[in-house]
Every structure is written in structure tokens, then in C-alpha cells.
């Protein structure tokens, strides 16, 4: 399916038009975000990225649709992860809860820019390199097979891009409202805003790297590829919200999570051998979801039924100890 260069700058326009009615309408005076708002914004974002299906079909048919879908499903699936490692994040620079939205808008604009630059590159090495698929898939596996045998660490300590624009830029202590940068002394100095930015775009690459190779086992279309992950990553932006109270219930996530990388691994690796419809791919993907949903929320009912029970144990976070916003 090739698609010209209007309907790329059509999808693109679209999209920063919504994110600029979010921020200019919705979110121009900071606030903390109630679970009511993040509700409705979830169920915002979920039908636009199902209405975009509707238009995938009318315009390439069945096939191109369920393409999408499946890359959407598998996408927001994985994107879960990215939850704990935002809360990590914010934690970590001491994010007033009234500043989260608007750190993680933007860092969401910087993770877009940099997937469409990870994403042309994976396009590129498929189509020159027909062996790369076989590395994908491998990777894949591993990656879901060291997914299901640790927990989740995210160490923003350790981020390159965040420690050398530390060393580069001057920047404050403490937050200065949601301002990026101000002057002082005739200075320009950058706030703990702009480091929280780079923070979340540079460490959505990291995953990235497993989410978007597993959508390629789905489609080689780039421009499917690119909205499956737009709609991914800018439901984050409300999802977040929504979860960071209740994600350590779904004990059962983790294991959800490495059983699809496992499964599309596998179909990448043995496309030669069997090729798995894309119809059946998406029921698997939502199964394994809806299992782990369904297991993790009746053990989660039974353990609050019981004084005894264990607390439940889902994905741990290790997170740094750090009691005040990171600057200069």
C-alpha cells in the first residue's frame, strides 16, 4: 500500500491539531488530572484510534484495517509498560502532580519524532535486508522470554541524553510553574521541566525498540506502522492518569506482556514456514490480554476478600532515591 506525501502531512496535521486543542483548551492552566477527566480522555483517544480503522477501511479495505488494529492492540498493549516507568520518571525529578500533564505532552510530541525516525529506519532494513526479519523475531522472543523472568527497572540516572543535557545546559533546582526556561541574571536557564521532557521522549525509545519490531510482524506498511503508534503513545497521555492508581493490581500483566512478544517473534521468525493471518493474530493478542485482565482481577478480589492474602505483586518498580527536583 503506497501512500502519498498529502495523506502523511494530512495524518500529521490531524494529529498535532488535536494535541494543540488538548493543550490550549483543556490543559492551558495547570491541574492535577482526576480520574474522572482521565476517564473520558482514555475513551477520547480509543475512539479516535478505532474511528481511524473505519477510515482505513473505507479507503484500503479489510486487510489494511485489521493490519492497523492489530498493530494499535499490540502497541497499547506494550505500552503499558511505559506507565510504570512515567511514574518512576516523575517520581524521580519530584514532578508537582499539577505539571505531569504538561511534561508528559511534550515528551510524548519528543517520543512521536523520534519512533517516526525509528520506525523509517526498521522500514529501511526490512526491505534491503530480508534476513532482518529473522533477527527481529529473535530479538523479540529474548526480549520476552527476559520480559517474563525479571521485574521492570527504569533508571533515568542512567539515561545519556538526560545526563549530558545536564552537563550542557544550566538549569535550577526547583520548578518554576510549567515554564521550560527562564532568565536570571540575564542568563537563560532551563527548568526540571525540560529535563522531565527528555526523560520521558528518550526512555520511550527504549521500548520502542521491543514495540515497534513487533508490529512489523504484523505489517511492513509504514504509514500503518506510524498511526498504530501515534494512537499508542498519545493515549498515554490520559492513560497514565487513569492507571497510576490501579496498575499494581494486574499482577498477571507482565506475563500478558511477554506471551506477545513471544507469539509475534514467532510468527516473524517463521513467516517462511507458516504464515499466521492477521485476523487470527489480533484474537490471540486480545485473548492473552483479556486473560490476564480477567486472572489478575479475581485474584485481586479474592486477596481483598482475605486478611491473610498477600498483597498483590505485580511488576516492581526500583525506584532512586531522590527527595528533591535534579538541577543545578
Same mark, same amino acid.
Request: proline residues 4%.
Given at each position: 500500500?503506497? !501512500?502519498? =506525501?498529502?495523506?502523511?502531512?494530512?495524518?500529521? !496535521?490531524?494529529?498535532?491539531?488535536?494535541?494543540? /486543542?488538548?493543550?490550549?483548551?483543556?490543559?492551558?492552566?495547570?491541574?492535577? /488530572?482526576?480520574?474522572?477527566?482521565?476517564?473520558?480522555?482514555?475513551?477520547?483517544?480509543?475512539?479516535?484510534?478505532?474511528?481511524?480503522?473505519?477510515? %482505513?477501511?473505507?479507503?484500503?479495505?479489510?486487510?489494511?484495517?485489521?493490519?492497523?488494529?492489530?498493530?494499535?492492540?499490540?502497541?497499547?498493549?506494550?505500552?503499558?509498560?511505559?506507565?510504570?516507568?512515567?511514574?518512576?520518571?516523575?517520581?524521580?525529578?519530584? %514532578?508537582?502532580?499539577?505539571?505531569?500533564?504538561?511534561?508528559?505532552?511534550?515528551?510524548?510530541?519528543?517520543?512521536?519524532?523520534?519512533?517516526?525516525?525509528?520506525?523509517?529506519?526498521?522500514?529501511?532494513?526490512?526491505?534491503?535486508?530480508?534476513? &532482518?526479519?529473522?533477527?527481529?523475531? &529473535?530479538?523479540?522472543?529474548?526480549?520476552?522470554?527476559?520480559?517474563?523472568?525479571?521485574?521492570?527497572?527504569?533508571?533515568?540516572?542512567?539515561?545519556? /541524553?538526560?545526563?549530558?543535557?545536564?552537563? /550542557?545546559?544550566?538549569?535550577?533546582?526547583?520548578?518554576?510553574?510549567?515554564?521550560?526556561?527562564?532568565?536570571?541574571?540575564?542568563? =537563560?536557564?532551563?527548568?526540571?521541566?525540560?529535563? !522531565?521532557?527528555?526523560?520521558?521522549?528518550?526512555?520511550?525509545?527504549?521500548?520502542?525498540?521491543?514495540?515497534?519490531?513487533?508490529?512489523?510482524?504484523?505489517?511492513?506498511?509504514?504509514?500503518? %506502522?506510524?498511526?498504530?503508534?501515534?494512537?499508542?503513545?498519545?493515549?498515554?497521555?490520559?492513560?497514565?492518569?487513569?492507571?497510576?492508581?490501579?496498575?499494581?493490581?494486574?499482577?498477571?500483566?507482565?506475563?500478558?506482556?511477554?506471551?506477545?512478544?513471544?507469539?509475534?517473534?514467532?510468527?516473524?521468525? =517463521?513467516?517462511? !514456514?507458516?504464515?499466521?493471518?492477521?485476523?487470527?493474530?489480533?484474537?490471540?493478542?486480545?485473548?492473552?490480554?483479556?486473560?490476564?485482565? &480477567?486472572?489478575?482481577?479475581?485474584?485481586?478480589?479474592?486477596? &481483598?476478600?482475605?486478611?491473610?492474602?498477600?498483597?498483590?505483586?505485580?511488576?516492581?518498580?526500583?525506584?532512586?532515591?531522590?527527595?528533591?527536583?535534579?538541577?543545578?
Amino acid at each position: 500500500m503506497d !501512500v502519498s =506525501l498529502w495523506v502523511w502531512a494530512l495524518f500529521i !496535521v490531524g494529529v498535532l491539531a488535536v494535541l494543540l /486543542v488538548d493543550l490550549l483548551v483543556f490543559h492551558r492552566r495547570a491541574h492535577g /488530572v482526576g480520574l474522572r477527566e482521565a476517564g473520558l480522555w482514555t475513551a477520547i483517544w480509543l475512539a479516535l484510534a478505532i474511528g481511524f480503522a473505519g477510515v %482505513v477501511w473505507a479507503w484500503q479495505g479489510t486487510e489494511a484495517a485489521t493490519e492497523y488494529l492489530t498493530g494499535y492492540v499490540i502497541e497499547r498493549s506494550l505500552s503499558i509498560d511505559n506507565i510504570f516507568v512515567l511514574a518512576v520518571i516523575f517520581a524521580y525529578f519530584g %514532578v508537582p502532580r499539577q505539571y505531569r500533564h504538561r511534561a508528559l505532552l511534550w515528551g510524548v510530541v519528543g517520543a512521536l519524532v523520534l519512533r517516526a525516525g525509528f520506525i523509517a529506519g526498521g522500514a529501511v532494513v526490512l526491505d534491503r535486508f530480508a534476513w &532482518a526479519a529473522y533477527v527481529l523475531g &529473535a530479538f523479540l522472543i529474548a526480549t520476552g522470554l527476559r520480559l517474563a523472568a525479571r521485574d521492570i527497572e527504569a533508571r533515568p540516572d542512567r539515561n545519556l /541524553v538526560l545526563r549530558a543535557l545536564r552537563r /550542557v545546559v544550566p538549569m535550577t533546582r526547583r520548578y518554576h510553574g510549567q515554564r521550560f526556561f527562564l532568565r536570571r541574571e540575564r542568563r =537563560l536557564l532551563a527548568t526540571p521541566m525540560l529535563a !522531565v521532557i527528555v526523560a520521558v521522549a528518550t526512555t520511550d525509545v527504549a521500548f520502542a525498540a521491543d514495540s515497534v519490531p513487533a508490529i512489523f510482524a504484523v505489517t511492513e506498511n509504514t504509514f500503518l %506502522v506510524f498511526a498504530a503508534n501515534s494512537f499508542s503513545v498519545l493515549g498515554m497521555l490520559a492513560l497514565y492518569f487513569l492507571l497510576e492508581e490501579m496498575i499494581g493490581r494486574f499482577r498477571y500483566l507482565r506475563p500478558a506482556l511477554a506471551t506477545i512478544l513471544v507469539f509475534v517473534g514467532a510468527k516473524m521468525t =517463521l513467516g517462511d !514456514v507458516y504464515h499466521v493471518p492477521v485476523a487470527v493474530s489480533l484474537a490471540v493478542i486480545l485473548a492473552i490480554l483479556a486473560t490476564a485482565t &480477567a486472572g489478575s482481577l479475581l485474584t485481586d478480589g479474592r486477596s &481483598a476478600g482475605s486478611s491473610h492474602a498477600p498483597p498483590s505483586s505485580g511488576p516492581t518498580i526500583r525506584k532512586p532515591i531522590v527527595t528533591e527536583p535534579i538541577g543545578r
